[in-house]
T-cell receptor, first 110, second 114 residues
């Protein structure tokens, strides 16, 4: 199956700092989603971004499908940004199931 | 905004018991999924369901698991005889499968098997 690798595995930030999370994938995809898992375990859908760039408030994401990677940017981080960030992809012509990466655990300190 | 709902939010059961996890997908969606996440691990695909039948299942989805869409709105996951290793968060997801393949996730059911 498709391999999804996220880096770094852990990230500690001071409140107000900026950061970049990376997702590499091993095959062509027709779906890529970024999720934030909150302390209650819920998966919050951040972006659906199979290609291009999107922004939502302090978060933005860029996917370069031809080079098989995606980046999630967090600007002016807040303590509420803490949690695990997952990248998930659907392999092109696959049966639409999402394959998840192992996640990046972000801790934002006040 | 429409959303996927799941009940219960938390279920505790004894080993060997049957459990049914319930999901109500978004009403005009056509593809439905179950995923699970063992504590501290990544989210894993279990099964996909389309047109009232399973379209794909993972190695995890063995004979102890079954899915059903009993009434056109609910989508259920049944575990016949639970094991300790079934303890996990179970997520339901749905997608309209039109021009977009974005999957919409429910809040999850935390299953604890004792």
């Amino acid at each position: 199956g498709i391999q999804v690798e996220q880096s770094p595995p852990d990230l500690i930030l001071q409140e107000g700092a900026n950061s970049t999370l990376r997702c590499n994938f091993s095959d062509s995809v027709n779906n890529l989603q970024w999720f934030h898992q909150n302390p209650w375990g819920q998966l919050i859908n951040l972006f659906y971004i199979p290609s291009g760039t999107k922004q939502n408030g302090r978060l933005s994401a860029t996917t370069v499908a031809t080079e098989r990677y995606s980046l999630l940017y967090i600007s002016s981080s807040q303590t509420t940004d803490s949690g695990v960030y997952f990248c998930a992809v659907v392999r092109l012509w696959n049966d639409y199931k999402l394959s998840f990466g192992a996640g990046t655990t972000v801790t934002v300190r006040a | 905004e429409p959303e996927v709902t799941q009940t219960p939010s938390h279920q505790v059961t004894q080993m060997g018991q049957e459990v049914i996890l319930r999901c109500v997908p978004i009403s005009n969606h056509l593809y439905f999924y179950w995923y699970r996440q063992i504590l501290g691990q990544k989210v894993e695909f279990l099964v996909s369901f389309y047109n009232n039948e399973i379209s794909e299942k993972s190695e995890i989805f063995d004979d102890q698991f079954s899915v059903e869409r009993p009434d056109g709105s609910n989508f259920t996951l049944k575990i016949r005889s639970t094991k300790l290793e079934d303890s996990a968060m179970y997520f339901c997801a749905s997608t309209p499968r039109t021009l977009t393949y974005e999957q919409y996730f429910g809040p999850g059911t935390r299953l604890t098997v004792t």
